[in-house]
C-alpha cells in the first residue's frame, strides 16, 4: 500500500489495480471507504469495459475478444509514476496480456490528490495506436454508509443536482449477471432518494438523467456528508450487494455503460463508449468533498 496525506485527510492506495483502499478523516479518525467482508473490494478502476460483456466478448474490426467484467485494470498491477506527501500517480501501460484482449498501445494514468475538502480522482487515457481506441471507464468507491457509524443506511439520502425531476434509472434484468434492457424506468419522483435496501433487489441502478453535476450522500441525523462532483462522466450508477443489507453505499462516476442483454456487441458502435482518436489523449476527473 502507499499512504499520502495533509492535515485533513490520509489515504492508502493498492497499486494492484490502483484501487484506493481507505481515506480517513483525521480529525474524526474514521474512514469514509470499505473494508468490510461481504464485498471484498473498496474502489476499483473500471477500463476498458464497464460491467459484463455478453458471453465476456466483444467485436472489433469483426475480430471477437475476451473481456472480463470491469475490464482488466482492476487485475493489472501499476507502477508508480509521481509521488508526493499529498499526491499519487500511477500508470498502466499496454503489456502482452491486456493485447490478448484489447489490441491498443494505450496508457491509462489513476491520480490521486488529498485536497483540504476531500480528494481529487483523474484518470488519463492516452491513445499511442494508429487507429482509434474505443473504451469505457469507470470509478467504483465503496462509501461507509452510515458514515462514521451515525444513524442507520436507511436514514441516509442521495440528491442529484443538474438533473430534471424524476430520477430515471436503466433498467436491470439478471440472467443471472446484470445486463441492461434498453430500457428506462422511474427511480424518483424528485432529484432526490431516500436509501432502503428494497431499492437495490433489483441490482445496480444507473441514473439515465443527463447532465448530473454533483451526487451528495447525507443524512439529517449528521453533520459527516460525502459530495462527488461529477461533471466530466455522463453517467453515475448506485450500488449495493443486493443479497444482502450491507452497510456501505457505491457512487460510481461511469463515461460507458453495460451491455444490454444479447450478443457481443462492435466496440465501434456501442453506446457509451468513448472514441478516442489515434494519438491522444482524454482526462476524466472528479472530486470527492467529505465532511
Not at 102 to 122: E, W
Not at 190 to 209: D, V
Request: proline share 7%; glycine share 6%; hydrophobic share 35%.
Amino acid at each position: 500500500m502507499i499512504k499520502i496525506e495533509n492535515a485533513e485527510f490520509s489515504a492508502e492506495i493498492d497499486p494492484h489495480g490502483a484501487q484506493l483502499t481507505h481515506l480517513i478523516n483525521k480529525k474524526g479518525q474514521f474512514d469514509y471507504i470499505w473494508n468490510g467482508k461481504e464485498w471484498g473490494k473498496h474502489a476499483p478502476v473500471l477500463f476498458p469495459a464497464i460491467g459484463r460483456s455478453n458471453d465476456d466478448e466483444y467485436v472489433l474490426d469483426g475480430q471477437t475478444y475476451q473481456m472480463p467484467q470491469h475490464g482488466f485494470a482492476g487485475d493489472q498491477d501499476f507502477t508508480v509514476a509521481y509521488q508526493s506527501a499529498n499526491e499519487l500517480v500511477l500508470e498502466l501501460v499496454a503489456n502482452a496480456e491486456t493485447k490478448k484482449m484489447y489490441p491498443f498501445d494505450f496508457k491509462l494514468q489513476v491520480a490521486f490528490k488529498l485536497l483540504s475538502t476531500g480528494l481529487s480522482l483523474s484518470f488519463d487515457v492516452e491513445n499511442n495506436s494508429d487507429k482509434a481506441m474505443p473504451y469505457s471507464l469507470g470509478s467504483h468507491p465503496a462509501f461507509n454508509i452510515p458514515i462514521n457509524g451515525t444513524a442507520s443506511f436507511e436514514n441516509y439520502r442521495v440528491r442529484f443536482d443538474g438533473v430534471e425531476e424524476p430520477l430515471n434509472v436503466y433498467e436491470i434484468v439478471k440472467t443471472p449477471h446484470p445486463y441492461r434492457t434498453g430500457k428506462e424506468e422511474l427511480l424518483s419522483s424528485t432529484n432526490e432518494l431516500r436509501l432502503n435496501y428494497a431499492t437495490f433487489k433489483p441490482g445496480l441502478r444507473i441514473i439515465s438523467n443527463p447532465g448530473v453535476k454533483s451526487v451528495k450522500v447525507f443524512s439529517p441525523l449528521t453533520a459527516h456528508a460525502i459530495q462527488l462532483d461529477v461533471q466530466e462522466f455522463k453517467n453515475i450508477c448506485l450500488w449495493t450487494k443486493e443479497d444482502q443489507d450491507c452497510r456501505f453505499l457505491c457512487v460510481e462516476p461511469f463515461n460507458g455503460l453495460p451491455d444490454v442483454l444479447g450478443e457481443p456487441v462492435d466496440w465501434m458502435k456501442k453506446p457509451g463508449n468513448i472514441i478516442l482518436p489515434a494519438h491522444s489523449n482524454k482526462v476524466s476527473q472528479y472530486e470527492m468533498h467529505l465532511s
